[in-house]
């Protein structure tokens, strides 16, 4: 895998759980790891001068800021290896409406792309995962 990919500025990636009535502390114990950020449906939380309620339940598991990659490939294994094993069980729990991978991937030059192996689509399919991307590209030609 060449984690040098010349035409990506920044990329990142996020498993994410969400439902009603998700309980982030059952997703931490049937995954043995905890969340980079998790919130339960209906608690308030400051974002500036505002206050936000959260609409569902979330538990989010970021690579962002964990590794020194350009390739997102590399941030979806880095995520998949910390939950080996135990993937499955989550995405079976009834309170777990939605499982995906988030993955966030900016352009140096405007053109080129992230690239993901039939093996990785496979596992995440396996586990009934959907992948989701934010491509930003450059606005010049």
């Given at each position: 895998m060449n984690d040098d990919f010349p035409s990506c500025a920044r990329?990142?990636?996020?498993?994410?759980f969400y439902g009603d009535s998700l309980d982030p502390d059952a997703i931490t114990?049937?995954?043995?790891?905890?969340?980079?950020?998790?919130?339960r449906r209906n608690d308030a939380r400051k974002r500036g001068s505002k206050t936000i309620i959260a609409k569902t339940g979330a538990w989010l598991l970021t690579s962002d800021e964990q590794l020194d990659s350009k390739d997102v490939q590399s941030h979806i294994r880095w995520i998949l290896q910390r939950v080996a094993g135990r993937l499955g069980e989550v995405t079976r729990l009834p309170e777990v409406e939605?499982?995906?991978i988030f993955c966030f991937w900016s352009?140096?030059?405007?053109n080129g792309g992230p690239a993901i192996s039939s093996a990785t689509l496979k596992l995440?399919?396996?586990h009934d995962i959907?992948?989701?991307f934010d491509v930003w590209l450059d606005p010049r030609p």
């Open positions: 990329t990142y990636a996020t498993l994410c114990n049937a995954l043995g790891i905890g969340p980079t950020r998790s919130v939605t499982a995906r352009s140096v030059h405007g995440l399919a396996q959907d992948l989701d």
